[in-house]
C-alpha cells in the first residue's frame, strides 16, 4: 500500500511564497513521474507541474517561472516551490505518484488528501 501526504499549504498574501511537500510511505515500491495538481472552487483539476524520475519537469503555462518542482528519489519526496503567489493560485493541491509496487505489477496513481492553499489580503 502506499500513502502520500501533503504538507505546506496555508494562507498567505498575494507575491508571497509556500513551499508544499509529499511524501510517499508504504513498503518498498518504484516511484515513476510524480506531480502535483490543484482544484480550485468550481473548476476542474488541473496539472501544475511534472517531474519525471530523472528529475525531468513540465509547468503549467500559469505558474511557469513562479513555481518549481522538486523531488528526492532517495526519500520518496516531492516538493513543490511556490513563488509571486497570486489570488488565482488559490486553490486544493494534490500530490499525485505514478507508482509500480513490485516487478510485473501495474503502475497505478495515488493521490494525497490534498493541502488547501488560500492567498488572499
Known amino acids: 500500500q502506499v500513502q502520500l501526504v501533503e504538507s505546506g499549504g496555508g494562507l498567505v498574501q498575494p507575491g508571497g511564497s509556500l513551499r508544499l511537500s509529499c511524501a510517499a510511505s508504504?513498503?518498498?515500491?518504484?516511484?515513476?513521474?510524480m506531480n502535483w495538481y490543484r482544484q480550485a472552487p468550481g473548476k476542474q483539476r488541473e496539472l501544475v507541474a511534472s517531474i519525471t524520475s530523472g528529475g525531468r519537469t513540465n509547468y503549467a503555462d500559469s505558474v511557469k517561472g513562479r513555481f518549481t518542482i522538486s523531488r528526492d528519489n532517495a526519500k520518496n519526496t516531492v516538493a513543490l516551490q511556490m513563488n509571486s503567489l497570486n489570488p488565482e493560485d488559490t486553490a486544493v493541491y494534490y500530490c499525485?505518484?505514478?507508482?509500480?509496487?513490485?516487478?510485473?505489477?501495474?503502475?497505478?496513481?495515488?493521490w494525497g488528501q490534498g493541502t488547501q492553499v488560500t492567498v488572499s489580503s
Open positions: 508504504g513498503s518498498t515500491f518504484n516511484i515513476y513521474t
Open positions: 499525485n505518484a505514478e507508482v509500480r509496487l513490485r516487478i510485473g505489477a501495474p503502475i497505478y496513481n495515488y
